[in-house]
């Protein structure tokens, strides 16, 4: 089943993929073949195969229980979190509570995770830091009055 | 000049101290990451390639490090086999069948040493015979036009899916979405965008490192949360390592014979370390007379599956350095490093820049020594460190992701681009899609339509030029055979499941 609903939306991706394909602009130097045929062709062939999963699907998926779906829905808003942190604040600080909470994802206690997220969050900063040399900002920029 | 000068002069760039460093480095770093399960070689080398290139390492430097952390992974893949019947990678799946029940007899430590040394048997071997094929491999590769890569490119995707997969139309699909990836951005012929919907950030199309990592490490997060509780621990004890000579030394022709076997499956395209290790057990059972013998601890059953993925290893380099075209998902990983250094594979890297590819060659040499100590003495060390827990493991692993493409491109939606290819990861695992088609795709789609442009150009548009050389024809024909092979070969071969505890 989960095969199906996959392979139909791949199939609307592959139209519309080709739909936008249609309309790239071709250059006056063209060549025989041009920048839309490689694409259309490809969305062509996705769509083929997608009609063929959706007729003939193979393998029951099994999904993760509802709790384990959660904890991964945690997990990924975690890490989107993480993104917009890491510019603002630097390295240390959100990699402390985004690590010790991926931790505690896995492992569900809190003070080792806690540990775990700060360990983290120094080890890998002393590493990349000092000893490959990346310039990484640690902290976030304030704290040194610029 | 001749193999052994051209040699030499490899091991003149691979003995300086820099480049011993960073393969001992490579060596430690890629037996780690073998050894812990859902941490393989392809993963290994696309958490650190986004590294050495913010490290300013140079062609050689990166190549030493990775390759010493790619051979690295391929012998460290045994240890979880045969300790914890879990394979540290799909290659050492093999090695789980006779492996654990030697540990669980007691004979650990036999085993650790006995697949360490097929192990570098296998690679040391395949390393040399890379030495020879490679450059004549190069030579053939001065034939190849455009129509000739086309068709070359085709057959390394009718393949790759393959027998990874369960279904031809899911590897057709996971193609597609790769090449499908890899047209977004300015088009090489005109200079227009194309497919980028106007977003600024998609104009240099999709970086494939964003992309790899993604697929392959922060999907890790995502299926370890789901599997969190399933994890073994180490059930069987390991005593004083000893060298068990009889064994070695009983075993030495199953060793010479999977190296060859490996070898030869690591070279096709597509088929990779997991089919040569494969192919070597199964040789190696259906021609011993105590086939009975083979699943409960058959020290031959262990040598066989190790050399031959090891020497896959070695073999799946000779197509990746002389064609430019990946046998392998960790090779394909390896191509992206070429790339980001701006190294083109092919003949004329062997003309043009002869100190990367026979520093490389020598760096491999020097690395299988390396990785013998490491892994016979030593591999205790290796064993304490699979008593890391996960808790600690996993996060590492996803901040060093995060760090290696925050640091290449300091650009947030790089990290989301990542975040979502590593969703999309998660949903192709679940729904058994491979995902190693997709990384070919981006990192070959351009290529690919490159080829087949120049060819029409060349032609005036004439399809039939396409076809017009033997070597294309016989591509195509290779092509047509590896997409339909496995239709019918995927009932006679099937993988057997190692899990009995």
């Not at chain 2, 540990?103 to 006995?114: M, T």
Request: glycine share 12%.
């Amino acid at each position: 089943m989960a095969d199906r609903l996959f392979a139909g939306l791949m199939l609307v991706v592959a139209v519309a993929y080709a739909a936008v394909a249609t309309k790239i602009q071709t250059s006056f130097l063209g060549d025989p073949v041009g920048p839309k045929l490689f694409p259309i062709g490809i969305a062509t062939a996705a769509a083929i195969a997608c009609l063929f999963i959706i007729f003939k699907p193979t393998a029951d998926t099994t999904w993760p229980d509802l709790p384990t779906f959660a904890r991964i829905l945690v997990a990924l808003a975690i890490l989107i979190t993480y993104t917009y942190l890491l510019k603002p604040l630097g390295f240390v600080i959100p990699t402390a509570l985004v690590a010790g909470g991926l931790s505690f994802l896995i492992a569900g206690h809190v003070v080792r995770s806690a540990l775990t997220g700060v360990g983290l969050a120094i080890g890998l900063y002393v590493v990349f830091r000092f000893l490959l040399g990346l310039s990484l900002l640690g902290f976030p920029k304030s704290w040194f009055g610029v | 000049m001749d193999t052994i000068s051209l040699l030499m002069q490899g091991f003149d760039v691979a003995l300086t101290p820099t480049n011993l460093m960073l393969a001992v480095a490579g060596c430690i770093i890629g037996t780690i990451v073998g050894a812990l399960p859902g941490l393989g070689p392809s993963n290994g080398v696309a958490l650190l390639i986004p590294l050495a290139f913010s490290m300013g390492l140079d062609a050689t430097e990166s190549l030493v490090l990775m390759t010493s952390v790619y051979y690295g992974a391929m012998y460290g893949g045994r240890i979880s086999s045969i300790l914890l019947n879990v394979p540290g990678d799909e290659p050492a799946l093999m090695t789980t069948l006779d492996g654990y029940p030697m540990a669980k007899q007691g004979r650990a430590g036999d085993a650790l040493v006995l697949s360490g040394v097929a192990s570098f048997v296998g690679a040391f071997l395949a390393t040399i015979g890379l030495m020879f094929l490679a450059p004549t491999l190069a030579q053939v590769a001065y034939l190849f036009g455009p129509a000739e890569y086309f068709a070359l490119y085709l057959l390394a995707f009718s393949t790759l899916g393959g027998l990874a997969s369960k279904s031809q139309a899911k590897a057709v699909l996971a193609s597609c979405i790769g090449l499908g990836i890899a047209m977004i951005g300015l088009d090489n012929f005109s200079g227009m965008p194309r497919l980028t919907g106007g977003s600024m950030h998609l104009m240099d199309g999709v970086d494939f490192l964003v992309a790899i990592v993604g697929l392959f490490a922060i999907t890790e997060v995502f299926v370890f949360i789901e599997s969190h509780g399933k994890e073994s621990s180490i059930g069987v004890t390991l005593n004083k390592i000893t060298i068990p000579i009889k064994e070695i030394l009983g075993s030495t022709v199953t060793m010479l014979r999977s190296t060859v076997i490996g070898f030869i499956a690591g070279i096709l395209p597509g088929a990779g370390a997991s089919l040569g290790s494969f192919l070597a057990y199964s040789a190696e059972k259906s021609i011993a007379k105590d086939k009975e013998t083979f699943g409960t601890g058959n020290p031959k059953g262990v040598a066989a599956p190790e050399a031959g993925n090891n020497a896959a290893a070695g073999g799946a380099l000779v197509p990746m350095l002389t064609l430019g075209v990946p046998g392998s998902g960790t090779t394909a990983v390896l191509l992206a490093l070429l790339m980001t250094l701006n190294i083109t594979p092919g003949p004329l890297l062997f003309e043009e820049r002869p100190e990367v590819v026979w520093g490389l060659i020598a760096a491999l040499l020097i690395a299988n020594v390396m990785l013998l100590v490491l892994n016979v003495p030593l591999v205790k060390l290796f064993v304490k460190i699979l008593m890391v827990p996960p808790r600690v493991l996993l996060p590492g692993v996803t901040m060093v992701s995060f760090v290696g493409i925050y640091s290449l491109s300091g650009s947030s939606f790089d990290l989301l681009l990542m975040i979502g290819f590593g969703v999309l990861g998660y949903v192709l695992r679940k729904l058994d899609i491979p995902t190693v088609p997709i990384i070919l795709g981006i990192l070959l789609g351009n290529h690919m339509e490159d080829s087949l442009r120049r060819a029409m150009v060349v032609s005036g548009g004439e399809w039939q030029y396409l076809f017009s050389s033997w070597i294309a024809i016989v591509l195509w024909i290779a092509a047509m055979v590896g997409f339909t092979a496995p239709l019918f070969l995927r009932n006679l071969i099937k993988k057997p499941t190692a899990h009995d505890h």
